[in-house]
């Protein structure tokens, strides 16, 4: 199971702030966020809107993912190449993530202002309390920094479907099993857990000069005005706590941060190595008959 690594005393703070919380209307921040409809024609070179999106949409998830699904998460949609070799990748929902990020963002300026949360969160450091309070009396810089790396979060969740799926793809080569490996709940539980472990590993400054957080702005900085690398500040160690308890409380959306005990050592393994080569080094392991994964990002309106 995933945690913050505090006390559990403070993650119990964490949990009562976001458990009471409301969303309300932020002017210091909204200027700093565009609304979908203005940055649209901006952002058409990535949208794709397949046709049958919406036959899976709001549909229940079936207990396994397989050649005959698609993956349909609240902010993702991702198309296994099981399924069709030519839509295959990771479809970032769009106008559910923005209206995400645009509360999440309330949530985490809302917590700033709370000194006692903001020493939680900084891990009771000067220095990154410091930093916090810089970021809090600067939005555009808060917006900027919060953006990279809650698209990371849902970006690693995405990746972890692939390989998933690759690891079945190994396995049916050996004769040794069929895609999908194990149950859909087990998979999204696991997605979200090697989404947090990837965004709290991130070294200062490490994320920002990344190809990934490169490619992953250029398709959506459209939506952020003024969006500049230089205004970006790693602050990961408070970001991980605050989606643990945005998603796990305020949203308590169900979906625990955790490796299943149904899952074997050996799969364990597996993804971890694959993980390697397609997070870390951007290497597809398996060559398919189409473009890479990190070309196959795109937004979708449904
Ligand atoms: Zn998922």
């Not at 949208?47 to 993956?71: A, E, H, L, Q, T």
């Amino acid at each position: 199971m995933y945690k913050p690594k505090i006390s559990d005393r403070k993650l119990e703070e964490l949990v009562n702030f976001a458990s009471g919380w409301e969303p309300r209307e932020y002017p210091e921040l909204s200027k700093n966020i565009r609304t979908l409809k203005s940055v649209e024609k901006a952002l058409l070179p990535h949208i794709r809107d397949v046709d049958y999106f919406v036959n899976w949409i709001g549909r229940k998830k079936p207990k396994r993912y397989s050649r005959k699904s698609i993956i349909v998460d609240e902010y993702l949609i991702y198309v296994p190449y099981h399924y069709s070799i030519d839509d295959c990748g990771i479809y970032f929902r769009v106008g559910e993530l923005w209206r995400d990020f645009q509360v999440f963002a309330g949530f985490v300026y809302n917590a700033l202002e709370n000194s006692r949360i903001l020493w939680i969160l900084a891990d009771e450091s000067d220095v990154q309390a410091l930093k916090l309070r810089r970021l809090y009396k600067a939005p555009a810089s808060l917006i900027c920094s919060l953006f990279i790396e809650y698209i990371v979060f849902h970006y690693a969740h995405g990746v972890a479907h692939h390989v998933f799926e690759d690891l079945a793809y190994v396995l049916e080569a050996m004769g040794r099993g069929k895609y999908s490996l194990i149950m859909a709940r087990d998979e999204e539980e696991y997605c979200r857990y090697v989404a947090f472990t990837t965004l709290e590993k991130y070294m200062p400054g490490v994320l920002a000069r990344s190809r990934k957080a490169e490619r992953l702005i250029s398709i959506f900085y459209p939506m952020i005005p003024e969006f500049e690398w230089r205004r970006v500040e790693s602050m990961n160690f408070a970001t991980t706590k605050l989606l643990y308890v945005y998603y796990g409380t305020y949203k308590s959306d169900g979906i625990q941060p955790k490796i299943s005990g149904r899952i074997n050592e050996g799969i364990n393994l597996m993804f971890k190595l694959l993980w390697k080569n397609h997070y870390t080094f951007e290497e597809d392991a398996i060559e398919l008959k189409t473009k890479p994964l990190v070309q196959r990002i795109y937004l979708t309106r449904l």
